[in-house]
């Protein structure tokens, strides 16, 4: 790939566009080893993140159509990764948790999201990485991007698409991150 060219200088938000499509696709890639979409891969780490929670809840968090979420969790269910039960406290709904499968899937998962930031990073030290992250964090809550629903999910369309990818990856990360905070 070829280095950014010097007439690009201070074109910040072209940059921030280009790796964030980049970074999208090359996690989309990656996932589909899995047998997972971005939006498969950030709806089971929306799940991993609190077991239980209805698909209508999932949906108000996630932002998309009620009837795309329940497609997406359709599919994860008929692939054994999801189990949907009877809400104990409202029988209307239906409590969401991951099966065994779903759980393997969500460390293989967090693996892959683990080896796509070290790919997307490599090359940069750790203090320039932890630079980066606090400078795109000040950025993202400048621009009232919330630190816990990531806003792709707000128009998810298809299962290829880049923008639920970068979300997934995203997700990913947290889902590992919170996995290792119970495990330790």
């Given at each position: 790939m070829a280095a950014p060219s010097s007439n690009r200088r201070g074109e910040i938000a072209f940059l921030l566009a280009q790796l964030g499509k980049?970074?999208?696709?090359?996690?989309?890639?990656?996932?589909?080893a899995l047998g997972l979409v971005p939006a498969q891969a950030g709806i089971v780490c929306a799940i991993a993140a609190d077991p239980g929670r209805s698909q209508q809840a999932l949906s108000e968090q996630l932002g998309p159509l009620p009837s795309r979420v329940v497609s997406f969790v359709d599919d994860l269910e008929r692939q054994g990764w999801v189990v949907c039960r009877r809400n104990p406290?409202?029988?209307?709904?239906?409590?969401?948790?991951?099966?065994?499968?779903?759980?393997?899937?969500?460390?293989?998962?967090?693996v892959v999201a683990r080896r796509h930031e070290q790919a997307m990073t490599a090359g940069l030290s750790a203090a320039n990485k932890s630079s980066l992250a606090e400078l795109l964090t000040g950025i993202a809550a400048r621009q009232g991007l919330s630190s816990d629903v990531h806003q792709v999910y707000r128009g998810i369309g298809g299962s290829g698409s880049a923008r639920a990818a970068a979300a997934a990856a995203a997700a990913a990360d947290d889902a590992a991150a919170a996995a290792g905070d119970r495990a330790g």
């Open positions: 980049h970074a999208a696709d090359q996690f989309a890639e990656r996932i589909s406290t409202d029988r209307r709904l239906y409590a969401l948790y991951l099966s065994a499968a779903g759980e393997e899937r969500l460390r293989e998962l967090s």
